[in-house]
């Protein structure tokens, strides 16, 4: 089981440039969540999918960002234009569903807007 | 929605001495309840869970304990170790019906050698 993959693990970039944060779920789960991780405001959901379908964007802050699920395997988040105070670390997690079960989570993308 | 609070945000103990960190949740509905252990540079990774339909469980040094009356649950590390230094976070969910995790703030624990 090689785990949650979340690339790039570093990103850093100047504001008003495009940003794709990628994350591969665990094979056979089928819920795949996106987080922000910032010191103010700790661990933020900002979207989960069931099945590749957006089941909660409620938490994605405002239109720059979007995030896609086109398949099972893999997963994107996308901010543009990117802006400084969306410096954070991102992470994605995945579970697969049924019975309560822990969700799993990669490793992070650490984002630095500048 | 569920608001998870957590308490202390930093817990300092000498090495060999156990460690508490309480969280309180307000969904009643709330039924499902894992802590998470964070370590520098690295996502987080579920230490320990526990469901509505038990008050207590225990793995090895670490044990949760868990009050649906007060709508509170607690994390219990024994006889701590240098390598428990870390963020841990409490969450809840209504899985089955919503896989969503509310978090905790985290607290970051120093065990002191």
């Known amino acids: 089981d090689a785990g949650v993959i979340q690339s790039p693990r570093h990103e850093v970039t100047e504001m008003g440039q495009e940003v794709t944060l990628r994350c591969k779920p665990i094979s056979g789960h089928d819920y795949l969540f996106w987080y922000r991780q910032t010191m103010m405001r700790g661990l933020e959901l900002l979207i989960y999918f069931n099945n590749n379908v957006p089941i909660d964007d409620s938490g994605m802050p405002e239109d720059r960002f979007s995030a896609k699920m086109p398949n099972a395997s893999f997963s994107t988040l996308k901010i543009q234009p990117s802006e400084p105070r969306d410096s954070a670390v991102y992470f994605c997690?995945?579970?697969?569903?049924?019975?309560?079960?822990?969700?799993?989570f990669g490793d992070g993308t650490r984002l630095s807007i500048l | 929605g569920e608001n998870v609070e957590q308490h202390p945000s930093t817990l300092s103990v000498q090495e060999g001495d156990s460690a508490v960190i309480k969280c309180t949740y307000s969904d009643s509905a709330s039924n499902y309840f894992p802590w998470y252990k964070q370590e520098l540079g690295k996502g987080s990774q579920l230490i320990i869970d526990?469901?509505?339909?038990?008050g207590e469980k225990k793995d090895q040094r670490i044990a949760v304990t868990l009050n649906k009356t007060a709508k509170h649950f607690s994390l219990h590390i024994t006889e701590t170790q240098p390598e428990d230094s870390a963020v841990y976070f409490c969450?809840?969910?209504?899985?089955?019906?919503?896989?969503?995790?509310?978090f905790g703030a985290g607290t970051t624990v120093t065990v002191r050698a």
């Open positions: 997690a995945s579970t697969p569903g049924g019975a309560p079960q822990p969700q799993h």
């Open positions: 526990i469901r509505s339909n038990v």
């Open positions: 969450a809840a969910a209504r899985a089955p019906n919503d896989y969503k995790l509310s």
